[in-house]
Every structure is written in C-alpha cells, then in structure tokens.
C-alpha cells in the first residue's frame, strides 16, 4: 500500500507478502492506500484514573483507547523497523537521513504489496526533540513532485510540492511542537504537531532509462539536515543498530501481538512527545479514567484486577472494530472503490486506525486518490482467462492536474510478468484514441494486436486486480472528489 504510499516503498512495505492481506477480505483493502491537525498538551489528574473506571466501562473505554492510539504506536514500531541500521542500506537510513529509491520494481519483486510504478520515493524519519530539520528542495522544472509530511499520528500537516508550493527552489524549517527561535532568511517554518515526523516524498518518473537519470539527477539534490548543520559542511551521523528490534515480523503483526499493558505503557510514553491535538480533549479524559496520561508511567499490575481484566480484551476486540469498519471506509461506484476521507482525519479516529492498518501513509485526497476493482461490471472477479476493455468517453478520462494510471496486479497483488515487461497503462504510453474521441483500454492475457499494444494492461492467466492513481485529482466538475465523476465499469468482451 502508493503504501507504502499504502510505502510503494509504499508504505506497504513493512506488510510483507501475505500479511498485508490475511485479515483483509474486501476490494476496500489495499485501496485505501489514499491523506492535519494541531497540537495540544491536556493535562489530566491521575490520580482518579483506575478508581473513576468500572469493569464494564472500562472494556468500552479501552477499546475506544486502543483505536485512537493505535496510528502513534504503529508509526513508532514503523519508526523503529525503518530506521535500525547503521549506514543508508536498500529501503532503510537512520533517523534525520533520506532513502531515495532508485527504480520501480519488476515482476519478481515480492518484499512489498501493490508496487508503485509511477513515483519514486524519497523517505527520512525526524526527531525534532532536540531541533528542528532543514529540508532542502531544488528547482524541479517540470516534473510533478510531492513531499508530504506526517506527524505521528498520521495526519499529513504539510505537503510542499507542486501542488501547494510550485517548482522553484525552496528550503523549510521542520520544527517541533515546543520549538521557538530564529531561523535564517528566506528558510519557511513548517511546525510539526509532534516530534516525530515521517517525510514521505514522491517524485514522478516514466521508468525510461533517460528519465531515470534525470529523476535521479532531481532526487539527489534533496537535502536533509539538522537546523545547526545549516550554511556548513555536512555528513550525517552512522546510525546505531539495535539487535532486539524484530526486522523479520511486519510492523502491523508487532502492533497487534502486544498486550494490552504494554501497548497503553507505550501510547502514554509517545503521548509526551507527540501530544494529543485541541479537538482529542474528550478522548483524552477517556484515557485518563483508565489510567492512559500523556507522559505519565502506565502499569496495568496497579491497575484494579477487574479492571485490568476488561482493558486485556481491548486489543482483539479493537483489532476486529478497526478492520471491520472496511464496509464504512470508502466508496463503491461501478466495480471500483475507494476513499476521499484520509490524510486529516479530525476526531474520526476509527477511520484514522483503518488507513493505518491497510495504508499507512496515505496521502490527502487533494494529492491522490486509488480507486481498486477485484470484480467486472457484472460482478464477476477479473480472470485472464478473458477479455476486458474499460472505456472512457470523449473528455472523461481521469481528471486530473498530475497524472493518472491504471497498474495490473495479481490476485496477490504484485506486477504481472509480461513480454513487455508493462504493468501500468497511462499517457506516458502514447496512447491511441478513438475516431471519436473516446479511449479504450485493453486488459487481457495476449496482445490485442501490435496496433493497439500502446493501451494493452497485460493481465495474468489467473485472477487479478486493478488499481487507478490519480494524482492531484481536480476539484471541480469533473471530480472524483466531489463525485461528479467516477471510474468506468471494466466489462467482459468477446
């Protein structure tokens, strides 16, 4: 999962082959690959915590607990997994350092789900405890690029790129909640609402030898470094590798495997550093009938034994209400679905926890959106074994400011291998209109013919899925966001 975004790296990449999927059994699934909040400190009183619970309350409590924190402890697990090394080392740096990947995977690539085959990533994990970063951003000419960035709770609070910012040089100042000071001339103050910040960048790249080059040429002159390193000479620092941090298990796995005395241990601890934001003041006071204080020690063996019995069935039961609410998380409109709600999540935390789960790292939907299809126009799951075509009238192609595309998985959601090595189709493709103006895309197991190979989706012998991106999606009729356009039904033909 873009993951991913979800991190295409994707964010998927720390959901390994398999695990990205058991527990999802819906096209809503891997879709939610698709998007900020300020920051408050709420000081509660303790010392009421355990008393102010009854059993059955705190059964209830706990679960509401459980979602809301469950963002914040996966990025932290995320954190941990992605940034335990010593040196720069394939898709993990230490903290406060870039991974900038370098091509799109092929058809044998099986350490992520639902690859990405349209932007390249660039990804560094801060800490602005101590002080701010500097991120440095070249002129980037024409190409379409994008650098969200999350704060520990998964909301995208700033996304810098050629959306919001344009193209042209520019250098911004991340810094954390607590920070004041001065920064240098011309460098903009982007204030994070917690110390741990996630940069998810994506740079769009044809895949063709000359623009990998060029792609590169961009990428390289990303700059990261901290506020005193600023106008000097800079290597950033050899990480530490830690032995104890399990690199094996998917994060999600390891989140869902703790107990619940130490995952509410865990969610007061990162509540310090990353406080709660102005609208979670209800929740807060939630947490704190439960003993869960931002900052304070949280020990379920002080807790009242009936208590501390209700709060232990907090996490399958919050486990099955995060996943279950796939019904309730996106849209389904002629076979495809997906999401306008991700990105800035407000008070809806159980929505917040679903992307989490199955995307983390999703952008806002002004930057993307991922329509998902499992199944044809009559409701039958996509085979090779068949013929589609998905058609698109004169002037209703995906509206988009960016780009889109449609990329072929298989059932398990890698590339399909294919004589043309291909596994998007897009405008990059040259692709051939219609006498009248309306577009054809051909998805099948065989070429429909040379002439028309420029739209041919390769698809396997067996089953597959689809996934539509539409980056910078317009915001004005025509719009998938608005609604007042959607994605064709992909039909059977003979």
Same mark, same amino acid.
């Given at each position: 999962? +873009?993951m991913p975004?979800q ?5 998927d990449?720390?959901?390994?082959k ?7 059994k819906?096209p809503v699934s891997?879709l939610?690959?698709i998007?900020?909040?300020? !920051?408050l400190?709420?000081?509660? #009183? @303790?010392?009421?915590a355990?008393?102010t619970?009854?059993?059955?309350d705190? *059964?209830n409590?706990?679960v ?6 469950y963002?914040l402890?996966?990025?932290e %697990?995320?954190?941990?997994v992605?940034? #335990?090394? +010593?040196?720069l080392?394939g ?7 870039f991974?900038r990947? /370098?091509?799109?995977?092929?058809a ?7 690859p990405?085959a ?5 990804t560094a994990?801060l800490?602005l405890?101590?002080e701010?970063y500097?991120l440095?951003?070249p002129?980037m000419g024409?190409?379409y690029?994008?650098?969200p960035?999350?704060d ?6 700033e996304?810098p790129?050629?959306?919001t910012t344009g193209?042209?040089a520019?250098?911004? *100042?991340i810094?954390?909640?607590d920070w004041?000071g ?6 903009k103050e982007?204030?994070? @609402?917690t110390n741990m910040v ?5 740079t769009?790249c044809?895949g ?6 060029a792609?590169?040429a961009v ?6 470094r901290?506020?005193s ?11 530490k590798t830690?032995?104890a ?7 999600r796995?390891q989140?869902n =495997? ?5 995952? %509410?241990?865990?969610?007061?601890t990162?509540?310090?550093d990353n ?6 003041a @209800?929740m ?9 204080v931002p900052g304070k +020690? ?5 807790? $009242?034994a ?11 039961a ?8 796939f019904?309730?998380?996106g849209?389904?409109?002629n ?8 990105g800035?999540y407000g008070a $809806?935390?159980?929505? /917040?926890?679903?992307i989490?789960?199955i ?5 806002r ?7 998902t299809?499992? =199944?044809d126009a009559?409701g ?6 068949n ?5 698109f ?15 072929m998985?298989?059932?398990a959601?890698?590339?399909?291998d294919n004589?043309?090595?291909k596994?998007?189709?897009?405008? /990059? ?6 006498p +009248?103006g309306?577009?054809d895309?051909?998805? =099948?197991n065989e070429? @429909? ?5 420029a739209? !041919? ?8 899925v ?5 980056? !910078?999606?317009?915001?004005t *009729?025509p719009?998938?966001? $608005?609604?007042t356009?959607g994605p064709?039904?992909?039909r059977q033909?003979?």
């Open positions: 999962m +873009d975004d991190v295409s790296l994707h964010v990449a720390l959901f390994t398999g695990q990205t999927l058991n527990a999802l819906s891997l939610m690959l998007l900020a909040s300020g !920051w400190f709420v000081q509660t #009183n @303790p010392t009421q355990d008393e619970a009854k059993p059955d705190a *059964a409590l706990a509401d607990a459980y979602v809301y924190g963002p402890v996966t990025m %697990f995320t954190r941990r992605m940034t #335990n090394t +010593d040196e080392k898709t993990h740096a230490p903290m406060g350092q991974v990947m /370098r091509e799109y995977p092929s044998k690539f099986r350490d992520v789900t639902a990405n349209d932007t390249l990533y660039s994990w800490d405890a101590k701010p500097l440095s951003l002129d024409n190409r690029f994008l650098m960035t999350l520990g709770w998964t909301n995208v609070f996304v790129g050629t959306r193209n042209k520019q250098t911004y *100042a810094t954390g909640p004041k001065n920064l240098p001339d011309g460098v982007l204030k994070a @609402p996630w940069i998810l960048g994506r769009y044809t063709t030898p000359d623009d990998y080059k792609c590169h990428m390289d002159k990303y700059d990261l901290p506020l390193a600023y106008g000097k000479p800079f290597t950033p620092p050899a990480g830690d032995p941090i399990d690199m094996k298990t998917a994060v796995e989140v =495997q703790l107990d619940a005395g130490s995952y %509410f241990k865990l969610l007061a990162l509540m310090q406080p709660p934001a102005a609208e979670d @209800p807060v006071e939630k947490l704190a009938k439960i003993g869960i +020690d949280f020990d379920i063996s002080k807790v $009242d009936e208590v501390a019995k209700a709060l232990a069935k907090a996490p399958q919050a486990q099955e209400k995060i996943m279950g609410h019904k309730d998380a849209k389904l409109e076979g495809w679905t997906f999401t306008t709600n991700a800035v $809806d935390y159980l929505q /917040r926890a679903f989490t789960a995307g983390l790292g999703a952008n939907p002004q930057d993307a959106i991922y329509p299809s499992t =199944q009559d039958q799951k996509y085979s090779g074994a013929k589609y075509v998905a058609h009238p004169k002037g209703q192609t995906p509206p988009v400011n960016a780009f889109w595309s449609i990329t998985y298989d059932a959601y890698f590339f399909v004589p043309l090595n596994y998007t189709v897009s405008p /990059r493709n040259a692709l051939k209109y219609n +009248d309306s577009l895309i051909y998805i =099948q070429s @429909p013919e040379k002439d028309r190979e739209n !041919w989706l390769p698809a396997p012998k067996g089953e597959f689809l996934m539509m991106r539409l980056y !910078w999606p317009k915001d *009729a719009s998938i966001i $608005d609604g356009w064709p039904a992909v033909v003979e």
